[in-house]
């Protein structure tokens, strides 16, 4: 059984860039789509973005394309989400997961989940 840790939110001005990592253990992370989700006070758990296991397939919400960027490192047992042009929108506490399918947006497809990281955006 994998296990996740987030680690790398805090507090930044918009415009500011943040970067994510989601570590795992217990079981190598080279043969799950990972993905980044995101849960703002009062809303659903929301999809982010997607990596494919080998990493050559990426997959964006509309709202952080080009803003973004998604990667992996399987030596390192490791999903980062690089965070640009960040707005106060993107307040949210910031979940990675894994799932056995790539390209899955929705929650349910995801099998282990991080306890998550928080990510606040001031104006």
């Known amino acids: 059984q994998v296990q996740l840790v987030e680690s790398g939110g805090g507090l930044v001005q918009a415009g500011g860039s943040l970067r994510l990592s989601c570590s795992a253990s217990?079981?190598?992370?080279?043969?799950?789509?990972m993905g980044w989700f995101r849960q703002a006070p009062g809303q659903e758990r929301e999809f982010v973005s997607v990596?494919?296991?080998?990493?050559?397939?990426?997959y964006y919400t509309d709202s952080v394309k080009g803003r973004f960027t998604i990667s992996r490192d399987n030596a390192k047992n490791t999903v980062h989400l690089q965070m640009n042009s960040l707005t106060p929108e993107d307040t949210a506490i910031y979940y990675c997961?894994?799932?056995?399918?790539?390209?899955?947006?929705?929650?349910?497809?995801?099998?282990?989940w991080g306890q998550g990281t928080q990510v606040t955006v001031s104006s």
């Open positions: 990596i494919s296991p080998s990493g050559t397939g990426t």
């Open positions: 997961a894994a799932s056995n399918l790539f390209g899955m947006i929705s929650v349910r497809q995801y099998h282990t």
């Open positions: 217990g079981r190598t992370l080279i043969s799950y789509a």
